[in-house]
């Protein structure tokens, strides 16, 4: 009797492990065994309104998607070219350089793009303006940090190493024109459509147009997934979510589809930067 009350017990409790199993098999949600993927915070602008930022749009691309999309930050522009290069991102959103970059070193693709082309002026204060970028030689430049498109296409306007600026790097643009208008550099190197926004500067000289910036997304981005992103951003303008992630990143221009071919090249622009 005792054997048979034991084996009795034994069946319950395997019975109820079982039951117990399915159940718990059944709770767990397809989000929680989801992979999460991370788009990358740039670091050319103030972290805290780049968090923000980026954090809706990975909002706005997670649920488009279905999938689990976090916005991922670094301390600074070296911490963020080495996550770079360690595959740390899954999604990012910037200049031609650093896309094509990603597409030949890291297996990314690139899915959508700002529309438009995007170029840089070097501006000053009225009473101090000059009509030649060389008269600035000498003088102090606000400008964003390499790998920063910024800092790159300023080396197009000194290509002599002896006759160029005294280059102030800065957290972002914001800082460059702060410092500009406080005096304490002679002029600001800035993307141009923020020159529309501050009319009280004078516009001495402006970079090549290049194409605008691109979201590229990196091997462990499945197809599907791609596909996901290229349509919510190409989308985005058409509805209440999208126009105000819009509105929040500065991208009124919109999203459109882009390749990589259309970025082929631009990463000989950072020849003779750091480990390139």
Known sequence: MHTQNSISR???SSRFARSALALLALLISPAALAETYYLAVPPFMDRDQGEAQF???AKY???KTGEDIQARSSANPIAFW???????FDLVLDGPHLADYRVQRLDHHVVAKVKGLLSFALVM???NAVFEPDELVGHKVAITPAPSLCAVEIEGFYPNLMRRPELVEVKSHDEALALLRAGEVDAAFIPTPLTGQNPDLVLVAQSEQL???AMTVGPRVPASMQAAVRKALVEAQNDYAGVNVLEVMNVYSGFESA?????ASYSKMLTGIWAY
Request: aromatic share 8%; net charge negative.
């Open 211 to 213: 194409p605008h910036s």
């Open 82 to 88: 080495e996550s770079m290069k360690r595959g740390d």
């Open 259 to 263: 390749s990589d071919e259309m970025y």
């Open 61 to 63: 691309l997670s649920k």
């Open 55 to 57: 954090g809706e749009l």
């Open 125 to 127: 204060k009225p009473e």
């Open 10 to 12: 034994f069946a319950t």
